[in-house]
C-alpha cells in the first residue's frame, strides 16, 4: 500500500510563502536556490514538503511512495488516469513521476530502486 511521502505547494513569492508557512504553521524552511525549499516539521512529526515557485503544477500535490513506480503508473492507466511526463530520477536510488487520478487531478508518485 502507498503512504504519502510529501507535499508539493507552488507559490508566487517563496519569500512570503516561507514566512506564512513558518509563521503560521510552525514549519523550518531550508532553501534550496532561489525557486525552491523544504518545509520542515521541527520535531520530526507528520511529513514534510517543499514550496517552489508556481509551473508545471499550479496546484498543491500530494505524492506518495510506492513499490515500483511502473506497476502504480500501470494500475493508474488501466484505471482511467493517466502518466504525466517521464519518469525523472531523484537521486541515485530513487525517481519519480506525476500521474493524474480518474478525476484529473496530479498526484505524485515516487519509489526506491535498489542501487546496482
Same mark, same amino acid.
Given at each position: 500500500?502507498?503512504?504519502?511521502?510529501?507535499?508539493?505547494?507552488?507559490?508566487?513569492?517563496?519569500?512570503?510563502?516561507?514566512?506564512?508557512?513558518?509563521?503560521?504553521?510552525?514549519?523550518?524552511?531550508?532553501?534550496?536556490?532561489?525557486?525552491?525549499?523544504?518545509?520542515? *516539521?521541527?520535531?520530526?512529526?507528520?511529513?514534510?514538503?517543499?514550496?517552489?515557485?508556481?509551473?508545471?503544477?499550479?496546484?498543491?500535490?500530494?505524492?506518495?511512495?510506492?513499490?515500483?513506480?511502473?506497476?502504480?503508473?500501470?494500475?493508474?492507466?488501466?484505471?482511467?488516469?493517466? *502518466?504525466?511526463?517521464?519518469? *525523472?530520477?531523484?537521486?541515485?536510488?530513487?525517481?519519480?513521476?506525476?500521474?493524474?487520478?480518474?478525476?484529473?487531478?496530479?498526484?505524485?508518485?515516487?519509489?526506491?530502486?535498489?542501487?546496482?
Amino acid at each position: 500500500m502507498a503512504k504519502v511521502e510529501h507535499f508539493e505547494i507552488p507559490v508566487d513569492d517563496i519569500a512570503r510563502a516561507q514566512a506564512f508557512y513558518t509563521s503560521v504553521l510552525g514549519f523550518d524552511y531550508e532553501p534550496w536556490g532561489d525557486e525552491m525549499g523544504m518545509l520542515r *516539521q521541527p520535531r520530526s512529526e507528520g511529513i514534510n514538503g517543499d514550496l517552489h515557485l508556481r509551473g508545471a503544477t499550479p496546484h498543491p500535490t500530494v505524492v506518495f511512495t510506492v513499490d515500483r513506480i511502473e506497476d502504480t503508473v500501470a494500475r493508474a492507466v488501466a484505471a482511467g488516469g493517466e *502518466q504525466v511526463g517521464d519518469i *525523472q530520477p531523484l537521486s541515485e536510488n530513487s525517481r519519480w513521476v506525476y500521474i493524474k487520478d480518474s478525476e484529473g487531478n496530479l498526484i505524485g508518485v515516487f519509489d526506491e530502486i535498489a542501487a546496482a
